[in-house]
């Protein structure tokens, strides 16, 4: 049974820190490409990070870059999403993705970022 389950959201101050964490399992986590996605009420679903398969490539929406980091640990099936600096309107819900052969989603974890 594939699970991606995602933790560490939560409420955080504007400029404040986050880390959120998918724990994946039940598929061949080292062959997929690993993203992160969010979608804040009433907007679409969004691209936030994306890391290849064996973690040497990353890309960013433009609004993260500088702030956010993806990464990943593929002896623990694990990916990370640190959240810098974090901002008002990246309050939403962020979503951990796995994509190769299939698609897979997790079921979110809410980022609030508010004072």
């Known amino acids: 049974q594939v699970q991606l389950v995602e933790s560490g959201g939560g409420l955080v101050q504007p400029g404040g820190s986050l880390r959120l964490s998918c724990a994946a399992s039940?598929?061949?986590?080292?062959?997929?490409?690993m993203s992160w996605y969010r979608q804040a009420p009433g907007k679409e679903r969004e691209l936030v990070a994306t890391?290849?398969?064996?973690?040497?490539?990353?890309n960013y929406a433009d609004s993260m870059k500088g702030r956010f980091t993806i990464s990943r640990d593929n002896a623990k099936n694990t990916v990370d999403l640190q959240m810098n600096s974090l901002k008002p309107e990246d309050t939403a819900v962020y979503y951990c993705?796995?994509?190769?052969?299939?698609?897979?989603w997790g079921q979110g974890t809410q980022v609030t970022v508010s004072s």
């Open positions: 890391i290849t398969s064996a973690g040497g490539y990353t």
């Open positions: 039940g598929f061949t986590f080292s062959s997929y490409r």
């Open positions: 993705n796995a994509r190769g052969r299939r698609d897979y």
